[in-house]
């Protein structure tokens, strides 16, 4: 069993409830959105908080309720432990409880992304075994789908394809299952890199794949470049990803907003010919081919 107490306050008290349930002997502390006012795109090295925040903090199970409420009063000098959300959580493989909602997945007309020890009843289907982890896509994202369908729906057959930006390396071991030569993946996060590599190989496509730190790139240019990552970055990167696409290849940029859209497009423009947007949700992904 564990105690787990959440309170939601101003982001401008965020820091000072984290601290105080730190010093209270909190196991761990997760700081959340309390009133549905996502931030999609923080600038780079930020880290800001919701206008609403809810901290939630676990404990011991035996660590009394009536005392940490009273630890809060006192340390804030108010009553603010009369909004305190107390729960007693069973212990449970945490590593497995996202299975309940994690379920196998189409993409297109034969890409399946299926957890470990799941599979459609699809005989054709090509199926990517991969669990959700640290790093950043699993498919569930309309950002990642975009990518994803885009990809079933090509001939990636001797293809060479870069990843940038790869997170889990969802895209490269896709494009790698669904015919392509080679991949070449690449993120600025280490776990990324080691999700990645781990993902490769449950899937048996690591002696195709090259795993890059960003200075180590490769200086080469690809068939395909994708790049799922957000607007603002995508249009700071310009010169670097085209200089990536050989002439003629063809650059997919998701993790776009639709009202964003028009701004990437036309920051790629100067050396891609771009196409219609593809459109999940409000998420869009952009398709461009190599012109310059």
């Keep these: ?22 010093n209270m002997g909190a196991l761990s502390i997760t700081l959340g959105d309390a009133g549905d006012d996502p931030i999609l795109e923080p600038g780079l090295g930020e880290a800001p908080l919701w206008q609403a925040t809810v901290v939630t903090a676990l404990f011991e199970a035996d660590r009394d309720p009536d005392e940490l409420r009273s630890l809060i009063d006192q340390s804030l000098n108010s009553d603010a432990s009369r909004q305190l959300k107390i729960e007693h959580l069973e212990d449970q493989a945490w590593e497995r409880a996202w299975l309940a909602d994690f379920h196998p997945m ?35 994202h309309p950002t990642t789908a975009l990518c994803l369908k885009w990809l079933d729906s090509i001939d990636l057959k001797g293809q060479t394809v870069i990843d940038f930006g790869c997170g889990s390396g969802i895209l490269a071991v896709a494009a790698l299952l669904l015919g392509a030569k080679q991949a070449i993946t690449t993120d600025h996060d280490p776990q990324a890199l080691q999700a990645t590599l781990d993902n490769a190989r449950k899937n048996h496509v690591e002696s195709r794949l090259e795993i890059k730190e ?11 470049l994708l790049a799922n990552i957000l607007a603002g970055t995508l249009i700071q990167l310009e010169t670097v990803l085209a200089s990536q696409v050989k002439p003629g290849g063809r650059i997919i940029l998701s993790g776009i907003l639709i009202e964003q859209a028009d701004d990437v497009s036309q920051a790629f423009s100067a050396h891609f010919e771009m196409q219609p947007p593809l459109i999940q949700e409000e998420w869009v992904a952009l398709e461009g081919r190599r012109i310059c």
């Design 1 to 22: 069993m564990w105690l787990q107490l959440s309170l939601t306050t101003p982001k401008e008290q965020a820091p000072l409830i984290e601290a105080l349930f730190e």
């Design 106 to 140: 189409p993409f297109g007309q034969r890409l399946w992304v299926c957890p470990t020890g799941q599979r459609p009843e699809s005989n054709d289907a090509i199926i990517m075994e991969l669990d959700p982890g640290l790093a950043f896509g699993t498919g569930t």
């Design 214 to 224: 960003p200075r180590q790139m490769p200086v080469i240019q690809a068939d395909i």
